[in-house]
């Protein structure tokens, strides 16, 4: 059973993407309809395919309502707010990183809570901290941000796998979420500030058949 510090991780996690999805919605202009779609599909995105994947249903959202209500009304907030930073794009960005690093340590410990395998939790935990990320860009017209150049699902992976391992070394698990989370920030705002990347294909002209 999830505790109370994982519930109040998870809750501000949702929050935080809800957030991002509306300041998308912001840069597309839409109304307080769209703002609320895509503030709420990006908060629960995740943990939903999380949740289905894993077999835990209903999914946390349909368990507890609560969370669509706070999707909703930060949402909502964020439709009179959202002129106010200067610039909201760089804002997203910094939120979905903090959402991001939250979302893949609290889906690893979820998964591992179900009994998943270590390997499962480390990719649930990526599932959870990207795929709400992709549907509110998809949904917003936007690139996805796995298909940036950026690091991003490497963040995930690095938080996730932190958390996952130390976990297994029997290092408090409040410490195992703290490193997981920390090390994923700091990855994803460290590829925002000085737009780190790994190595890409190149393509090379193919050898003749013998």
Same mark, same amino acid.
């Given at each position: 059973?999830?505790?109370?510090?994982?519930?109040?991780?998870?809750?501000?996690?949702?929050?935080?993407?809800?957030?991002?999805?509306?300041?998308?919605?912001?840069?597309?202009?839409?109304?307080?309809?769209?703002?609320?779609?895509?503030?709420?599909?990006?908060?629960?995105?995740?943990?939903?395919?999380?949740?289905?994947?894993?077999?835990?249903?209903?999914?946390?959202?349909?368990?507890?309502?609560?969370?669509?209500?706070?999707?909703?009304?930060?949402?909502?907030?964020?439709?009179?707010?959202?002129?106010?930073?200067?610039?909201?794009?760089?804002?997203?960005?910094?939120?979905?990183?903090?959402?991001?690093?939250?979302?893949?340590?609290? &889906?690893?410990?979820?998964?591992? =809570? @179900? %009994?998943?395998? #270590?390997? $499962?939790?480390?990719?649930?935990?990526? !599932? *959870? /901290?990207?795929?709400? &990320?992709?549907?509110?860009?998809? =949904? @917003? %017209?936007?690139? #996805?941000? $796995?298909?940036?150049?950026?690091?991003? !699902? *490497? /963040?995930?992976?690095? &938080?996730?796998?932190?958390?996952?391992?130390?976990?297994?070394?029997?290092?408090?698990?409040?410490?195992?979420?703290? !490193?997981?989370?920390?090390?994923?920030?700091?990855?994803?705002?460290?590829?925002?500030?000085?737009?780190?990347?790994?190595?890409?294909?190149?393509?090379?002209?193919?050898?003749?058949?013998?």
């Amino acid at each position: 059973m999830i505790d109370i510090l994982t519930f109040w991780l998870d809750w501000f996690g949702v929050a935080v993407f809800a957030i991002t999805g509306a300041l998308a919605a912001s840069r597309k202009q839409m109304d307080l309809v769209g703002f609320i779609l895509l503030g709420t599909v990006t908060g629960i995105g995740g943990g939903s395919v999380r949740d289905a994947l894993l077999g835990n249903v209903p999914v946390f959202w349909v368990a507890d309502p609560r969370y669509l209500l706070t999707c909703c009304i930060v949402s909502s907030v964020t439709f009179f707010l959202a002129h106010i930073p200067q610039s909201r794009y760089a804002l997203l960005l910094r939120l979905d990183a903090v959402g991001l690093a939250l979302f893949a340590v609290i &889906g690893a410990e979820t998964a591992l =809570l @179900a %009994g998943a395998d #270590p390997v $499962v939790a480390i990719a649930m935990g990526v !599932v *959870t /901290a990207t795929f709400g &990320g992709i549907i509110r860009d998809v =949904l @917003a %017209g936007e690139s #996805p941000a $796995v298909l940036r150049q950026e690091i991003y !699902v *490497t /963040a995930a992976l690095l &938080g996730a796998s932190l958390f996952v391992t130390l976990q297994s070394f029997g290092v408090e698990r409040s410490i195992a979420l703290f !490193v997981g989370f920390a090390a994923a920030l700091a990855l994803r705002l460290g590829a925002l500030q000085w737009h780190w990347s790994l190595p890409r294909y190149r393509p090379r002209p193919g050898r003749p058949i013998p």
